[in-house]
Antibody, heavy 119, light 109 residues
């Protein structure tokens, strides 16, 4: 069974940093693209970033370029999102998702971790 | 900035049929946008339904189908069940990154 468990969320002041983690199990982690998606309270889904199998390819939504960094450690079956220069509008539940075959983006999802940016 | 547009809300009767659409500000949606569709119920993580326009996941109920319709991606629910009441999101591919639509709130009434 595919399992994705996010951690690292919390309350942080504007301008601060956080590192989100996603522990993967139940599948061969190195074989799949991985993605971060966020959802602000009461709002829709926003695709944030994804990373290819070996970490050599990364894509980001324009609004986070230069502030967010996606990475992975295939030896630890883990996905990460380093978030710097946090803003109030970064407040959201951050989901980790696994891709599938044939452009099946976000085939499996974790339960999310809440990031709250407030002074 | 690319915008993906969905109907904000739709209402359907139990047993009825409804089609949700997904449009791109860049022009007609084609198979090259690899449309994906997701369902999200309150308090839950999203669940994938459709990928690459019309392909179903192993868990996707048969009453859900995906297609291209009039320059848009479309998700059709046939024989709607009360448990289909949820938010539905499309996701389109733009040659590297992806963009979600704003979502459609489907009410079964």
């Amino acid at each position: 069974e595919v399992q994705l468990v996010e951690s690292g969320g919390g309350l942080v002041q504007p301008g601060g940093s956080l590192r989100l983690s996603c522990a993967a199990s139940g599948f061969t982690f190195v074989s799949y693209w991985m993605t971060w998606v966020r959802q602000a309270p009461g709002k829709g889904l926003e695709w944030v970033a994804n990373i290819n199998h070996d970490g050599s390819g990364k894509f980001y939504v324009d609004s986070v370029k230069g502030r967010f960094t996606i990475s992975r450690d295939n030896a630890k079956n883990s996905l990460y999102l380093q978030i710097n220069s946090l803003r109030v509008d970064d407040t959201a539940v951050y989901y980790c998702a696994r891709g599938g075959e044939a452009f099946a983006e976000c085939q499996h999802w974790g339960q999310g971790t809440l990031v709250t940016v407030s002074s | 900035q690319t915008v993906v547009t969905q109907e904000p809300s739709l209402t359907v009767s139990p047993g009825g049929t409804v089609t949700l659409t997904c449009a791109s500000s860049t022009g007609a949606v084609t198979s090259g946008y690899h449309p994906n569709w997701f369902q999200q119920k309150p308090g839950q993580a999203p669940r994938a339904l459709i990928y690459s326009t019309s392909n179903k996941h192993s868990w996707t109920p048969a009453r859900f189908s995906g297609s291209l319709l009039g320059g848009k991606a479309a998700l059709t629910l046939s024989g709607v069940q009360p448990e289909d009441e949820a938010d539905y999101y499309c996701l389109l591919y733009y040659g590297g990154d992806w963009v979600f639509g704003g979502g459609t709130k489907l009410t079964v009434l």
